[in-house]
């Protein structure tokens, strides 16, 4: 159909060839026929496209299923070739031996020295002057400090003219004594004539006696302003400080002109170290482990200076007196060292191992092979496990009776253990078992991720 001049649609006349050809493909059975066709010839504008047959469509459809099919199979082989297969689980194993093994107990402690004498002031008042500092090494009876002393010498001549005060009263209570034993003596003459009453006699006897108490009052008195005396010249004694003891300062608190007030409590002006070539250590021990540490173990500690030099030593004295250190108690237990060469210093910090007991080639395992579990097995807690592997090659636990542990093994007193049984530490990733594939001489970097 098409429009003409006045706008009215009018049919195609189509040539016979191609009304022909139209009857040849709609009759499919009917065998098609070449069509010749000589001259111009004029198609309409818009071909009809006949319609695909039921063989034509199932063909397709069969093409485009096996076109799927082909399509998800490829993609299976992909996937099953190049997807790495699962690895085969793996244990890392370790040979039980015999050797040395040590319980220890480890605690922190702070080195001190054996003796410490604090050297302090009895008396109030200034410092003149100092003749010790830090480091100083001191003699017993060396004078190290000097207070001020012109107060306690005033207070000295202030006592001394006290005593002589006393003293003059003493000779005045005599003197008044000696006469009223005169006057007493003649009351007692006259009266024996009755030339006095006996009220004079007995106030005479009265005076006499309040004489003695008088001399004796006197006597106390100078007894009393001897002992200030005393008192006084002790404390200007204390003005000149010395040390008690041989020794080294470790500490100097105090600096000239520092004013000190010995109260209720006498302050310290010097810290003296009677030895410093022997060092104690004090250490913290738990209540837990302090059943097994006692005096004359073994002991060994290092210190942050020296943190690749461990320090022997012996504890000395395991004190009783409980310290409770947030909700948890220790006891003190004061390890003895040797320290001629002067390197360990009052109030280092030092990390202590006390071999409490120790045992020489005994059947032990490493400390990994109790700790491992096999995922999904039942854990027993109350007893000591390891894995072996057996005959196929499968795990099996194997329970024994453990006795001494350190840091790296745990005796093994009773069991089905023995020595050169390979026992289970772990599992090996898939990291681990591909670097043991490799060839000698791969693999030797970090495992990149």
């Not at 005479?204 to 108490?213: L, P």
């Not at 003891?245 to 209720?264: E, F, H, K, M, P």
């Not at 080639?361 to 807690?381: D, H, M, S, Y």
């Amino acid at each position: 159909m098409k429009p003409d001049g006045n706008g009215h649609k009018t049919e195609d006349k189509l040539v016979p060839e191609v009304q022909a050809r139209r009857a040849d493909i709609a009759d499919p059975a009917r065998p098609a026929e070449p069509v010749v066709i000589e001259g111009p010839v004029h198609l309409p504008a818009m071909m009809p496209v006949p319609e695909p047959g039921p063989r034509r469509r199932f063909r397709r459809g069969l093409a485009l299923a096996a076109l799927v099919v082909g399509t998800a199979l490829a993609g299976a082989a992909y996937w099953y070739w190049l997807t790495p297969a699962a690895p085969v689980e793996r244990y890392k194993t370790v040979r039980v031996d015999r050797g040395p093994i040590s319980a220890v107990v480890t605690a922190t402690g702070t080195v001190n020295p054996v003796i410490t004498v604090q050297v302090g002031s009895q008396v109030s008042g200034i410092i003149k002057a100092l003749y010790a500092d830090f480091n100083s090494i001191v003699k017993a009876g060396q004078v190290v400090a000097q207070v001020d002393p012109e107060p306690f010498e005033a207070k000295v001549d202030q006592a001394r003219a006290n005593l002589k005060t006393a003293q003059s009263n003493l000779v005045k209570a005599r003197t008044d004594l000696a006469q009223r034993k005169l006057e007493m003596d003649r009351m007692v003459e006259l009266r024996g004539q009755d030339f006095v009453a006996q009220s004079d006699l007995d106030l005479a006897v009265t005076n006499y006696r309040d004489a003695i108490a008088q001399v004796d009052l006197s006597i106390a008195g100078v007894d009393q302003a001897a002992a200030v005396l005393d008192s006084a010249k002790l404390d200007l004694k204390h003005c000149t400080i010395n040390s008690p003891v041989d020794g080294i300062v470790v500490s100097r608190n105090v600096d000239v002109g520092q004013t000190v007030a010995a109260s209720l409590q006498a302050p310290t002006l010097f810290l003296i170290a009677q030895d410093l070539t022997h060092m104690q250590v004090d250490a913290n021990v738990s209540e837990s482990d302090i059943g097994g540490v006692a005096e004359g173990k073994d002991a060994e500690f290092t210190v942050d200076a020296y943190p690749n030099q461990p320090f022997k030593g012996t504890v000395v004295q395991v004190r009783n007196a409980p310290i409770s250190i947030q909700n948890v108690v220790t006891y003190d237990v004061v390890i003895g060292a040797d320290n001629r060469a002067l390197k360990l210093k009052p109030g280092m910090t030092a990390n202590v191992s006390i071999v409490t007991l120790r045992k020489d080639q005994v059947l032990r395992v490493p400390n990994a092979a109790p700790r491992f579990k096999l995922p999904g097995a039942p854990i027993e807690r109350q007893k000591a496990v390891v894995w072996k592997l057996d005959n196929k090659g499968m795990p099996r636990p194997i329970t024994f009776q453990a006795g001494i542990v350190d840091s790296a093994f745990t005796e093994v007193v009773g069991g089905d253990i023995h020595e050169g049984d390979a026992v289970i530490v772990g599992v090996e990733t898939v990291g681990e078992q591909e670097h043991k594939a490799l060839p000698p001489g791969f693999g030797g970097g970090p495992p990149m991720r």
